[in-house]
């Protein structure tokens, strides 16, 4: 125990991974207490007992059955004959590595893993490699080996352990299997899986979210969301569905041979294929469990969770029955269905002359749908979209064939049937009923959980599910507040523990601001448990300025949206299947077929957008961001698409006359397109022949038969706009910036300019900068200072901050002193100032003077005796003579004399007697009771002895 506590003060709360490995590890350590035999069902209590059980359940699990070859083979013919790696990429994957790459690998590995059953780990392969050409050498020549299919016997044998997961814990199908090989061996799968990585995204899907570089789990919830959004308003009857599969061990029932048939299709060399064929199917296991091994099995079947090749090697061999639901043709998919609009809104952009294909036409002024969505998936965990009820045998068909095939099994009890316009549907329920599946509609109470994620038709679903989740963050509080954590230790644990969860729910799911609300306040309650304390803004700010660097939730729910904006602002990658779900989305709702428009004027179609409240999120985000403002080197043919609305000025007639265009009711569906043409060889626009009387009206104002025009367009100065197409040479040179984005102009002007350091562009800036952006308290935080007496927090130098929480302090001594810095102590004149009935008086319970922070640290009598005593019992009487020098050294970490910063060791030393100021002072208050010098001075040595070693 006195091993533990020191670790946990010395690491605790300046050790990231230290401290959430700890309480991780507090939370998934698990006994197994008891099994239900399954062939008596009775139960088991006893460890050996327990131990044959499992074996005999994981010997049955690994023995693979009899596959059918021919099924085999009607897969793999779905797959296109083009997607497979060449034969440059083979050799590239089975080039040896060298003595660099392993190093280089063993610098990234992580530590504190847990270790295989030859007990070594990382950080002894690390320092051997390091320090030992002898032991590099060798490593290297056992990596060359195993390229080759040689390996060492200990890379075959592997200890696993069960992680619960959730449902009956006597029931061994409820715990997963996680195996912990050897680190050499971990090493050369490791090396194997970051060249797979390079190879898998041409080969895989781009509805294959699970563990490919560039793909986001998140995308599956996306569309989940703005998909159920849009039937539910504007196509409920359709018999839409989605059929959330769940396979029964997916993992552990892959078929070695399907494996190796699965790879040599995706041109994957024979040397290799033969290689990790032994590796993984000729392993034997041993079953820890409550820290008894049991005698091996071996493992004939399935790819071992916990090396970093087996999600890879999942990957393909789920991909063949990936392709063919993508290639059978009974299978439709589902698609975002048309909304209606009203027709003041809905505009008609004019067909453009394609016939020069070398100008930069956006494809998405064509209007083009992207293809159905038939199926999404996230490794294992497989949602099939199905538009009719007659779709249903062709699924199960091809399910059962992938069963054939591989072994996999699916099983129905556990498979969702949900209605995604939330309709209930007679011939779908009656499917549900037959083949025991669970049916979901807006009827059910709860919302169905997809990757993490609800799916839901109604508030109360919705509200079901975030209460659940609020629950489950009070109760994480409560269980941290056991470990008193100081101010700092509180702000990192928010951060990775308690919120962690919410980030992954908010970047796809539109939540009540209320709940946001009552989440901010629950997590600040866990931060502050104290009042008087610093504002919630204050807690957010970077440690370097004063606060603990906490994520703002509410705007974090908004950057977290970022992403989908920044890839519209890139180049459009082929496995991104959401981006141009996006464009079509913003499309249907706004009725304009280019998107610009929706970018430059956010506020004017925030409303249209909003009716599908996750796209009403990006919408409310890029209204904060800085304004995307048009720029001249965009090529003429994108403001075409601009509303009038948007650019078009009237000028103060010089005849007196009213102008006969009212700016504030032209509504958006006007374009300038619908006044002008493009003369594409001239880059230049030119008025169209109208029979609106609007537009003819606005056409007069622009180009009057007489005098001044009436009306400007606000375009770029080098814009022209003729009302007869000019004559050769009058148009101006056409301008054509580099395109970076598929459906925009350049963007490489929209910046985010912060108050420190350099402009970022919006297309990469990080989440973390836009936050600080959106806090008005850095615009507050100053370069230099002249320091005052009374300190406040705001004008505090981020130098003193970085002093203050490098000091290496017990955690019971920093979060007082952050209160101090922070002007946020419960002082007499403060409380009084605030609630004179219930407290009366303004005057230190210690002498009559008024009780400021500065009298409450240093300038009560009674307390200078104190600090006095301390000061000459830790020999540091000479350095501080008066209250003001003491004073000074606490919020600025300088002396008085010369303004020089004082050692760490000293401001330890006065750290640790504003403590028992502390602590003596509060006990007072609390016990009713006067000053005590003598308990104040015991207090001040039972604190040093919580000081580090490194200071004694």
């Known amino acids: ?540 700010l970077p440690q370097k300025y004063g606060g603990v660097g906490l994520v703002d939730i509410e705007d974090q729910s908004l950057a977290l949206h970022l992403i989908y904006l920044q890839r519209l602002l890139g180049r459009h990658r082929p496995s991104d299947f959401v981006s141009p779900w996006l464009v079509r989305a913003l499309q249907l709702y706004t009725g304009h077929t280019s998107i610009l428009p929706i970018m430059l004027y956010p506020n004017s179609y925030r409303s249209l957008v909003s009716r599908s409240p996750l796209l009403g999120r990006m919408m409310t985000l890029i209204c904060r961001l800085p304004s995307f403002d048009l720029s001249p080197g965009w090529p003429v043919r994108w403001f075409l698409d601009l509303p009038l609305s948007a650019i078009l000025t009237s000028i103060h007639p010089a005849s007196g006359r009213p102008s006969t265009v009212e700016l504030s009711t032209l509504s958006l569906r006007y374009l300038l397109s619908d006044l002008f043409s493009w003369e594409q060889t001239r880059n230049t626009l030119v008025l169209r022949t109208l029979r609106s009387t609007k537009l003819k009206a606005i056409a007069r104002e622009l180009f009057p038969s007489a005098g001044p025009s009436e009306a400007t367009l606000q375009l770029p100065t080098f814009f022209c706009c003729y009302q007869n197409t000019p004559e050769q040479g009058a148009y101006p040179p056409v301008l054509f910036s580099p395109r970076d984005s598929d459906w925009l102009p350049s963007s490489s002007h929209w910046l985010l300019r912060p108050r420190y350091g350099k402009s970022i562009a919006i297309r990469s800036v990080p989440l973390q900068a836009i936050r600080r952006n959106w806090n008005k308290l850095l615009e507050d935080i100053p370069q230099t200072i002249h320091p005052p007496l009374r300190l406040p927090a705001e004008i505090i130098l981020s130098s003193v901050w970085k002093t203050f929480w490098a000091l290496p302090l017990p955690q019971a001594a920093i979060t007082p002193w952050w209160r101090l810095l922070h002007n946020s102590i419960g002082v007499a004149s403060k409380l009084f100032r605030w609630n004179p009935t219930s407290f009366p008086s303004p005057l230190c319970r210690f002498c009559t003077e008024v009780e400021d922070t500065f009298h409450f640290v240093v300038g009560c009598p009674t307390k200078w005796v104190f600090w006095s005593a301390a000061l000459a019992e830790m020999n540091l009487t000479s350095c501080f003579k008066t209250s003001e020098d003491i004073w000074t050294a606490l919020v600025t970490f300088q002396d008085t004399a010369d303004n020089l910063q004082i050692d760490t060791t000293t401001m330890c030393q006065l750290g640790f007697i504003f403590l028992a100021v502390w602590k003596q002072h509060w006990r007072c208050v609390f016990d009713d009771t006067p000053w005590s010098l003598s308990a104040a001075l015991a207090l001040l040595q039972q604190n040093r002895h919580l000081v580090l070693p490194d200071l004694e």
């Open 1 to 540: 125990m006195l091993r533990s506590a020191t670790r946990w003060h010395e690491n605790g709360e300046r050790n990231n991974k230290y401290f959430y490995r700890v309480i991780r590890e507090r939370q998934t350590q698990q006994t197994i207490q008891s099994l239900r035999g399954s062939s008596t069902g009775s139960t088991l209590t006893t460890v050996g007992d327990i131990i044959t059980e499992a074996r005999n359940f994981y010997q049955k699990l690994y023995t693979p059955d009899a596959i059918d070859v021919d099924e085999v083979n009607r897969l793999l013919d779905a797959i296109p004959n083009e997607t497979k790696i060449s034969k440059q990429q083979a050799a590239a994957l089975m080039s040896a590595p060298t003595e660099i790459d392993l190093i280089a690998l063993l610098s990234h590995s992580p530590a504190g893993k847990s270790l295989g059953i030859d007990g070594i780990p990382f950080e002894v392969y690390k320092h051997l490699a390091s320090t030992s050409k002898p032991f590099l050498d060798l490593f290297h020549r056992i990596v060359l080996d195993a390229f080759q299919g040689i390996f060492p016997p200990s890379w075959q044998q592997t200890r696993m352990v069960l992680l619960f997961k959730k449902g009956d814990p006597q029931l061994l199908s409820n715990w997963r299997p996680l195996s912990l090989i050897n680190t050499d061996a971990k090493i050369f799968t490791k090396l194997l899986a970051n060249r797979f990585n390079q190879l898998l995204p041409q080969l895989i899907n781009p509805y294959q979210t699970g563990f490919l570089p560039n793909r986001l789990i998140s995308d599956n919830g996306w569309w989940n969301q703005v998909l159920m959004e849009n039937l539910r308003e504007a196509a409920p009857d359709l018999p839409q569905v989605a059929v959330l599969l769940d396979q029964e061990k997916a993992y552990d029932r892959v078929h070695p041979e399907y494996l190796q048939r699965v790879l040599a299709r995706f041109g994957f060399p024979d040397t290799l294929i033969t290689a990790l064929t032994g590796l993984f199917f000729d392993t034997r296991i041993s079953i820890s469990i409550n820290g008894w091994l049991g005698s091996p099995i071996k493992q004939l079947r399935g790819l071992r969770q916990g090396d970093p090749l087996s999600p890879l090697l999942f990957n393909l061999a789920f991909e063949p029955l990936l392709r063919s639901i993508l290639a059978c043709p009974n299978l439709s998919g589902v698609s975002l269905a048309p909304v209606l609009l009203k027709p003041s809104v809905r505009c008609s952009p004019r067909s453009l002359d394609l016939s020069l294909s070398d100008l930069p036409l956006p494809p998405s002024t064509l209007g083009s749908s992207p293809p159905p969505v038939k199926l999404l998936s996230y490794a294992d965990d497989l949602e099939v979209f199905l538009s009719h009820p007659n779709e249903w045998p062709c699924l199960m068909q091809l399910l059962d064939q992938y069963g054939k095939a591989s072994n996999a099994k699916v099983n129905l009890s556990k498979t969702v049937l949900l209605s995604l316009s939330g309709v209930s549907h007679d011939s779908w329920i009656s499917i549900a009923r037959s083949s025991d599946l669970t049916w979901h509609d807006a009827s059910v109470k709860t919302a169905v959980r997809y990757l993490g994620y609800p799916l839901y038709h109604t508030r109360h679903q919705l509200l079901s599910y975030l209460n659940e989740l609020k629950l489950k963050i009070t109760r994480q509080c409560h269980f941290l507040k056991e470990r008193h954590l100081s101010i700092k230790g509180s702000g990192l644990v928010a951060n990775s523990l308690i919120l962690s969860t919410l980030w992954h729910i908010l970047r796809v799911t539109p939540v009540p601001t209320t709940w946001l609300s009552e989440i901010r306040s629950i997590v600040r309650k866990f931060l502050l448990p104290f009042w008087p304390a610093p504002s919630w803004s204050k807690l957010c």
